[in-house]
């Protein structure tokens, strides 16, 4: 899969830009302010239809205009070309339409056009909050397959209900009807984290070799907070947590309390972990995540590198590259661009939201 043209019209601090993107590798060089992750964040918005960096939709429109357009031309070699034009209306949200034809659900576009972000924010999935380690999970999961995506959001819907009612102290039957919507939803995405994780765990070691030290041993463990095997366990659960779910208003078992960890030398990288461990276990969790979308998805996802190159060291920076050389089209954002790699990269200048050649 390959980006050949990106139109934006009032995204962000861009009042108008066409772009061509003729290489596999694009570079966007500039100060800070000027527009550089702007660009990549909308590139990203083609994949999972909202941005890396927010939630709301407003703040991806141009300041004091009604509307943004987005309009990517893909090539793809098996399916052909492909236009998608998103549409961010103030008033009227979000809509999107594939080749001319409205996108009525969200399912049938998951897994089309995958890309994967490298930022500096990478380093908390290492030694982040579990909330930051779930959340890329199931951004994973849910980018390559549409029935984990409907299951987390039954799961969450039925969660919401359940601990409304423990905040207003609900009757047990009231419970007991989200409760086992969650159990039913849990089963799913236990079995699917589980057999998810353990294949991101292969291929985050296969690249860790290549970006840190193979004799390091590095591991990553799916932990859950329940053991969850069949449709009612955790409804159980639930059932007899329920005195203790009053008092703290809050549903305190689940899935949504998952975690994973990262070990190498068979400790936990959280506590032991040198800063330069730390950032090759982003960095091969963000490439382990590359592998995952091709297997699943059945194409090379984008590679979106926002001001990473800047912070690695030279033995990292050689790795990081080795690492590229996989198919993917590559776009990244830095304010320099080192010697070696000026002929590496279609470079655009960035300034003021203008982006030249």
Not at 46 to 63: G, K
Not at 135 to 154: G, I, N, P, Q
Not at 245 to 268: E, I, W, Y
Not at 311 to 340: K, W, Y
């Given at each position: 899969?390959?980006l050949?043209?990106?139109?934006?019209?009032?995204?962000?601090?861009?009042?108008?830009?066409?772009?061509?993107?003729?290489?596999p590798r694009?570079?966007?060089?500039g100060?800070?302010g000027?527009?550089?992750?702007?660009v990549?964040?909308?590139?990203?918005?083609?994949s999972?239809?909202?941005?890396?960096?927010t939630?709301?939709?407003?703040?991806?429109?141009r300041?004091?205009?009604?509307r943004?357009?987005l309009?990517?031309?893909?090539?793809e070699?098996?399916?052909?070309?492909?236009?998608?034009?998103?549409?961010?209306?103030?008033?009227?949200g979000?809509?999107?339409?594939?080749?001319?034809?409205?996108?009525?659900?969200?399912g049938?576009?998951i897994?089309?056009?995958?890309?994967v972000?490298?930022?500096?924010?990478?380093?908390?999935?290492?030694?982040?909050?579990?909330?930051e380690?779930?959340?890329f999970?199931?951004l994973?999961?849910?980018?390559?397959?549409?029935?984990?995506?409907?299951?987390?959001?039954?799961?969450?819907?039925?969660?919401?209900?359940?601990?409304?009612?423990?905040?207003?102290?609900?009757g047990?039957?009231?419970?007991?009807a989200?409760?086992?919507?969650?159990?039913?939803?849990?089963?799913?995405?236990?079995?699917?984290?589980?057999?998810?994780?353990?294949?991101?765990?292969?291929?985050?070691?296969?690249?860790?070799?290549?970006?840190?030290r193979?004799?390091?041993?590095?591991?990553?463990?799916?932990?859950?907070?329940?053991?969850?095997?069949?449709?009612?366990?955790?409804?159980?659960?639930?059932?007899?947590?329920?005195?203790?779910?009053r008092?703290?208003?809050?549903?305190?078992?689940?899935?949504?309390r998952?975690d994973?960890?990262?070990?190498?030398?068979?400790?936990?990288?959280?506590?032991?972990a040198s800063?330069?461990q730390?950032?090759?276990?982003?960095?091969?969790l963000?490439?382990?995540q590359v592998?995952?979308?091709?297997e699943?998805?059945?194409?090379?996802?984008?590679?979106?590198?926002?001001?990473?190159?800047?912070?690695?060291d030279?033995?990292?920076?050689?790795?990081?590259?080795?690492?590229?050389?996989?198919?993917?089209?590559?776009?990244?954002?830095?304010?320099?661009l080192?010697?070696?790699?000026?002929?590496?990269?279609?470079?655009?200048?960035a300034?003021?939201?203008h982006?030249?050649?």
């Amino acid at each position: 899969m390959r980006l050949g043209s990106l139109n934006l019209v009032d995204y962000r601090n861009v009042q108008l830009a066409r772009l061509e993107f003729g290489g596999p590798r694009v570079f966007f060089l500039g100060a800070n302010g000027q527009g550089k992750t702007n660009v990549l964040e909308s590139i990203g918005l083609s994949s999972a239809l909202r941005s890396f960096r927010t939630m709301e939709t407003r703040d991806l429109i141009r300041w004091e205009r009604p509307r943004a357009e987005l309009l990517f031309g893909f090539e793809e070699e098996e399916l052909g070309n492909a236009e998608i034009l998103i549409t961010l209306d103030r008033s009227r949200g979000k809509s999107v339409a594939v080749d001319g034809d409205k996108l009525l659900r969200f399912g049938d576009y998951i897994g089309r056009f995958p890309s994967v972000v490298f930022s500096s924010e990478d380093l908390r999935l290492s030694r982040g909050s579990p909330g930051e380690r779930r959340k890329f999970l199931d951004l994973v999961f849910s980018s390559s397959s549409a029935e984990y995506l409907e299951e987390l959001r039954r799961y969450y819907r039925a969660l919401r209900g359940r601990n409304a009612l423990l905040r207003s102290e609900g009757g047990d039957g009231e419970l007991a009807a989200f409760e086992n919507e969650m159990s039913l939803a849990a089963l799913f995405l236990a079995r699917s984290r589980k057999d998810g994780v353990t294949a991101l765990a292969k291929l985050f070691a296969n690249r860790y070799q290549v970006i840190g030290r193979a004799e390091e041993d590095p591991v990553l463990r799916y932990l859950a907070d329940v053991e969850i095997n069949a449709a009612d366990d955790l409804a159980r659960l639930l059932h007899d947590g329920r005195q203790r779910d009053r008092q703290l208003k809050n549903t305190s078992k689940g899935p949504h309390r998952d975690d994973c960890a990262f070990f190498l030398h068979g400790r936990d990288a959280r506590k032991f972990a040198s800063e330069g461990q730390q950032r090759s276990i982003a960095l091969a969790l963000r490439f382990g995540q590359v592998d995952f979308l091709r297997e699943r998805c059945g194409t090379s996802p984008l590679i979106l590198i926002d001001d990473v190159l800047g912070e690695l060291d030279p033995e990292r920076r050689a790795n990081f590259h080795a690492c590229l050389g996989d198919g993917s089209q590559v776009f990244a954002t830095g304010t320099q661009l080192l010697d070696e790699d000026v002929d590496e990269w279609e470079v655009y200048q960035a300034k003021e939201g203008h982006f030249l050649k």
